[in-house]
Structure formats: C-alpha cells, structure tokens
C-alpha cells in the first residue's frame, strides 16, 4: 500500500538497509546489453573452429537453457514485488526485475548475432532458442515449481512461503543453476575455471564471456538479497529450517538433470559436482548462526573468482 504520511520513519528511505544498500550498488553497476563487445569476433572464433554439428548443439542447447531461465525469472518476480512491504526492498527488486529483462535480451542478441549466423556458414540447421528440442524434463520441472512456488505468494503470503519461493527462484534457480552455468562457460571459454569442463581446448570467446561476466554480477546482488532474506526467516525462529532443507533437496536432482545431461562437448561430471557443493554452502550460511551473507560489494566483485556470492 503507499503509504503517503508515515509517523514510523522520518526519511522515506532507510539507507542503512541492506536492500537500499544493495540498491544503490544495482545503481552504481548498471550496465547496457546492446553494448556488450565480443560477439562478432565469438562468430569468427566459431567459424575458425568448426565446431561439429553434436558440439555445436550443446553450445546452443547451453545459450537456449540461459535465455529461457532469464526470460522465466524475469516474468516470475513479479509476486514477489507485490507482497513485500518495505518501500527499500521494493526498489531492489525493480532493480532486480530490470536486469532479468537485461538477462534475457543479451542471450536473445548472442542467439541472433553469433549462434544462427555461425550454424548458417557452418551448413547446420537454423533453430530456434524456443524449440522443445532444448528443454529436458528436469528443466522444465524446476522451472515450473519456481513459477509454481512464486505464485503462492499471491495467495497464501506467509514465512514458509516466502522461504520457499527464495529458496527456488534466489537460492537454485539463481545460485545453483545459474552459477554452475556460467562455470562451464568459464571454463570452456576462457582463462579461468576447470579444465576439465570442456571435451576440448576452445579459443577465449570474449562475447559470451563478456555478458556473462556482467550477469554474474548483477546474480551475486540477487543471491545475496535471497539468501539475507531467507536467513533472517530461519535465524529469526519464523521459519523452521527444515522448510529451507527440504525444499533445496527436492530441486537439487533438477538442477544436476539440467547440467548433467551434456556430452559431446561437456563433460558434466564437474558441473553436477560444482551445483552440490554450491548448494551445500548455501545452506551453510543460512543455518549456522554464526555464518554471514558476505557484503554486496563483496558479492559482486567477481576478481579472479569463478563465481559470485560465495
Ligand atoms: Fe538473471
Ligand atoms: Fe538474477
């Protein structure tokens, strides 16, 4: 509700919050998708390399799974924007909801700019990012108990609910999944990561990694805001964390059918590795006491690291 006159606050804003503070960070980072570099020179690369038709299936099947997870997420906030009170944390997730929709337009440009000029010159059927050939069940599955989970919340708004939706949408859409996909293109396509990710030796390839890069950051923040949020629930005794174990372990075998169903050019041994152990310290942080949400400053700051939010 808008709350014009408030005895409760002086200030509209409270910038000691975390979600103001997060805000402003969203802010200070803002970056613009169509301005990403790279891409023509990942298309050279590409054509340089000549992928075979099952590698460079997987690649697409990888970008396709990417688009796809930003367009859900960028659709499935929105509940959460309309419960929540606190004006601070209503403008962190507009912040946040306006970088899903960044999300979704780099992979829909990569698609068009890279990945269908790429299988033209190399004689491989066109696709399209939609198709169902690139959605396996554990995909959709997740995917539909996110939007599922997130829906609740229009019409059963209470602690345990909000600590599974965060659960679903911040702490394994967004940290599990989403991190382990940015590993393996890390990995495969650039200096840092594991070597064991990719079947082959690859060229750096500056454009997706360039994308990736700003969308690991702005994810950091997102996890960030998720994980403080569901802590809070679990150290406050409002929600049990049974709630929070139980949900993350009925998603996890969905997020290894997601990486683990690679091959050709993947190997997903690592990735389902990489996803366990993520999950693992997730769940570390929300139910030790003494454990902390890292700052944001620290959470988007990706330096050498392979990944955010640790
Ligand atoms: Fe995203
Ligand atoms: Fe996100």
């Not at 906030?77 to 009170?85: C, G, K, N, S």
């Not at 108990?145 to 609910?161: G, H, I, S, V």
């Not at 394994?172 to 996909?181: D, M, P």
């Not at 594991?194 to 950091?220: C, F, H, L, Q, Y």
Request: hydrophobic share 35%; glycine share 6%; with cysteine.
């Amino acid at each position: 509700m808008t709350q014009v006159e408030d005895d409760s606050r002086a200030m509209r804003l409270d910038r000691d919050s975390f979600a103001q503070g997060y805000f402003k960070n969203a802010v200070y980072r803002h970056w613009d998708p169509y301005e990403i570099e790279g891409l023509a020179g990942d298309k050279e690369r590409f054509l340089d390399e000549e992928p075979s038709k099952a590698e460079f299936e997987e690649f697409r099947t990888a970008v396709s799974r990417f688009g796809a997870g930003e367009e859900a997420v960028t659709e499935d906030l929105m509940p959460l924007a309309l419960v929540l009170e606190d004006i601070n944390d209503q403008m962190f997730i507009s912040s946040q909801i306006y970088e899903e929709a960044k999300h979704t337009q780099f992979f829909d440009r990569y698609w068009r700019e890279v990945i269908d000029p790429v299988a033209e010159e190399l004689g491989y059927e066109k696709t399209n990012p939609t198709a169902q050939r690139y959605f396996n069940d554990h995909y959709v599955a997740l995917f539909d108990k996110t939007e599922a989970a997130m829906e609740r919340l229009l019409t059963e708004d209470t602690p345990e609910n909000r600590a599974r939706a965060y659960c679903h949408y911040h702490l394994t859409v967004e940290s599990v999944l989403a991190q382990t996909g940015y590993y393996g293109f890390t990995s495969a396509f650039s200096p840092g990561g594991s070597d064991e990710v990719a079947k082959r030796e690859w060229p750096d390839m500056d454009g997706i990694v360039n994308g990736i890069t700003k969308i690991r950051s702005d994810e950091g923040r997102h996890v960030g805001f998720g994980m403080h949020k569901v802590r809070t629930l679990v150290q406050s005794g409002e929600v049990d964390e049974a709630v929070v174990q139980e949900t993350l372990q009925d998603l996890m075998p969905h997020v290894a059918g997601t990486v683990g169903d690679f091959g050709d050019a993947i190997n997903p041994a690592p990735l389902v590795g990489y996803a366990r152990d993520k999950l693992t310290r997730r769940l570390d942080i929300i139910t030790d006491a003494d454990a902390e949400v890292p700052p944001v400053d620290d959470l988007v700051d990706l330096g050498d690291d392979t990944v955010a939010a640790d």
